[in-house]
């Protein structure tokens, strides 16, 4: 009988199960997060439960990947900045920055334009995070252009890239 691995990320691969903590912000576009949220369960080996008592800490341990989606402009600047107010921003600056991060920029294509943003996207890369690009569409204001949230296929692909590579077992 071979002795039982401690650590979660000894165990194969196959049996391994992957922990997806999700953040939501203000924006409009937190509306697909129920669509999101169940896709992301489709990926095989996601952990699918959770009943501990949740502090920001116990999150960036249990977590092989944060992925915030939307990331509005108030939270945004909020990370770049360092500030954090909100078990969201905590989570994030107590990060394990050798586990990926990845972010899902939503936000009024007036915001979006503004010169700000770009810089902030910019520091959160220099970060390590990584960006999954907002689109251009017609956004619940009315106003047309870039600012919308990448679609929902589009971050789930890029979560199962980023987990697969990270981890290095192989998609099905």
């Not at 770009?118 to 870039?146: M, N, R, S, T």
Request: aromatic share 6%.
């Amino acid at each position: 009988m071979e002795p039982k691995a401690s650590c979660p990320t000894a165990a194969p691969l196959v049996e391994r199960k992957f922990h997806v903590l999700v953040g939501v912000t203000g924006s409009v576009a937190a509306l697909k997060s129920p669509l999101l949220v169940s896709k992301l369960l489709d990926i095989p080996g996601m952990w699918k439960s959770r009943s501990d008592p949740v502090l920001h800490i116990d999150l960036r341990r249990w977590a092989d990947l944060l992925l915030v989606a939307p990331l509005d402009a108030n939270t945004l600047g909020k990370v770049a900045s360092g500030i954090c107010d909100n078990l969201l921003t905590c989570v994030i600056r107590a990060w394990d920055r050798s586990k990926p991060l990845l972010f899902c920029p939503a936000m009024n294509t007036a915001m979006w334009e503004h010169p700000i943003t770009a810089q902030q996207v910019d520091q959160l890369k220099a970060f390590g995070y990584v960006e999954i690009p907002c689109v251009a569409k017609k956004l619940v204001c009315g106003d047309e252009g870039l600012g919308a949230m990448a679609e929902v296929g589009t971050i789930v692909d890029k979560v199962k890239e980023v987990l697969f590579q990270h981890s290095g077992f192989q998609q099905s």
